[in-house]
């Protein structure tokens, strides 16, 4: 076994020292921070936030620790298109996030009993169900749009003031905790249900009671869901707009005319077990029984840019899955670089590229926002107008947005949500193959 000695340690800080600009540094770091030591003032000034194709600002959500950035971007990406329908003014118009995580964990849970029913009895051990990790997410707060999707088309949606946030909405951990416990314990009962040779019929019945006991256990926490209510607003130009017990689904009818199954994930994640021009889908994974499939077209990263600008054109957001890197943040005045900080010359050190990040774990897909605008000099993307949702503040990312340089798409940009007119024929026929399935170990994130 090779040993660091301490003889080791003097040479090392022999040469340290032999640079008298290694203790430059190391004193500016110490006293300055690294954020202020590193920061390129030019990359700065080349990310102006003016945009050439740009949407609409909409009112900031902040999720503060909820967890639900997915449910935001689904939001961000719809309620232009609602806030229209609604004649209503965009930066008065806020739908319910509350709402969709009920449902989202009721159905998660509902996932998670469906797939214990359908095991065989010899992949009902624990070391079948571990491996598979077919408990270790399963009611995670954490979500894709596709589980978004799934959600608003089965339960439709609310305005947010039917529907607001509780104290436990705005931090995602406890609640969490306790629901993910309650379903384990469960899935025990139900494991010794089916061990004991009890038919899916009666397994589902004792589902049922355990969706029961979910949906009252969510209501005291999160509150119970409206089934009516009446939709009460202003017009842009002031004027009282009043309907009725109006239901979640036919608000969802009359105001979305976008048709969430017209849009699809494709992804650009170079990993070595993923290849180009393939359809994959996640195994076990989603919250309502299959209707809410983890599932991608994998492409380069050019056919994302492509199908972005074009659906950025036709005046509609573009739901991104991105690692947000914050080695790679300029917070102060939300600037998204790989350049931003001269790491490589003060260090010596050089940046894993994308292939060899996502094989090594080092990218991850870690949130979820919506692209709202770019900037295209010539056939040239310089950046991207990115709208998050942790709010905003005055040293924060201004207005809530990021302006994303195009190198940051390159590198960190993972998936997006288009509509499939965008793709190419040959893309869209890749739809209709069988996808490949693989389990959650062999995620991209």
């Known amino acids: 076994m090779l040993e660091i000695t301490f003889e080791d ?3 090392f800080s022999k040469e340290y020292h032999a640079n008298p600009i290694n203790k430059i540094i190391e004193n500016t770091i110490t006293t300055n921070g690294l954020e202020n030591t590193c920061l390129d003032r030019d990359i700065v000034r080349e990310n102006q936030a003016v945009f050439n194709i740009e949407l609409p600002n909409t009112k900031r959500y902040d999720q503060k620790d909820s967890w639900k950035c997915w449910i935001y971007a ?8 609602m806030a229209q329908n609604l004649d209503m003014d965009l930066m008065d118009f806020e739908l319910s996030s509350n ?33 598979e990790q077919l408990l270790k997410n399963c009611v995670t707060e954490a979500g894709f749009y596709e589980w978004f999707a799934s ?45 004991q040779g009890k038919s899916e019929n009666e397994l589902r019945e004792l589902t049922k009671t355990y969706a029961k006991q979910n949906y009252m256990f969510l209501s005291k926490i999160l509150g119970e869901p409206p089934r009516t209510f009446d939709l009460e607003y202003k ?92 080695k790679y943040i300029y917070e102060k005045q939300g600037i998204l670089d790989t350049r931003i900080y001269n790491y490589e010359n003060i260090f010596n050190i050089h940046s894993l590229d994308k292939k060899e990040g996502l094989d090594f774990s080092e990218i991850n897909l870690s949130h979820s926002m919506v692209i709202t605008g770019a900037n295209i000099v010539g056939d040239h993307i310089q ?42 024929e040959e893309q869209r026929e890749l739809l209709n193959q069988q996808p490949i399935e693989y389990d959650i170990g062999e995620e991209e994130s």
Request: hydrophobic content about 30%.
């Open 9 to 11: 340690i003097k040479a």
């Open 74 to 81: 689904g939001f961000n990406m719809i309620q232009y298109n």
């Open 99 to 131: 709402y969709i995580a009920f449902f989202d964990k009721l159905e998660k849970a509902n996932l998670t009993y469906e797939n214990i029913i359908n095991l065989s009895i010899e992949n009902t051990t624990l070391e079948y169900i571990k491996q």
């Open 151 to 195: 959600i608003v088309k089965k339960y439709g949606i609310v305005p947010n003031s039917y529907m607001p946030n509780p104290k436990e909405g705005e931090d995602g951990a406890k609640i969490t905790l306790l629901f993910r416990e309650k379903v384990k314990k469960d899935v025990i009962y139900l494991l010794e249900e089916k061990k």
């Open 235 to 326: 017009d842009k130009n002031g004027k009282y707009i009043s309907q009725k017990q109006i239901t979640p689904i036919n608000f969802r009818d009359q105001y979305l005319t976008l048709n969430l199954d017209d849009f699809v994930s494709i992804t650009n994640i170079p990993i070595y077990n993923k290849e180009y021009n393939k359809f994959y889908r996640l195994k076990y994974f989603g919250n309502v029984y299959k209707k809410s499939y983890r599932q991608f077209l994998n492409l380069p990263i050019e056919d994302l840019k492509r199908c972005a600008i074009q659906q950025l054109k036709d005046n509609i957001p573009v739901y991104s899955n991105v690692d947000i890197q914050n």
């Open 383 to 424: 950046r991207w107008k990115v709208e998050d949702s942790y709010g905003e503040g005055p040293d924060e990312k201004p207005n809530g947005y990021y302006t994303m340089n195009d190198n940051y798409f390159d590198q960190y940009v993972l998936d997006i949500i288009v509509d499939k007119k965008y793709l190419t």
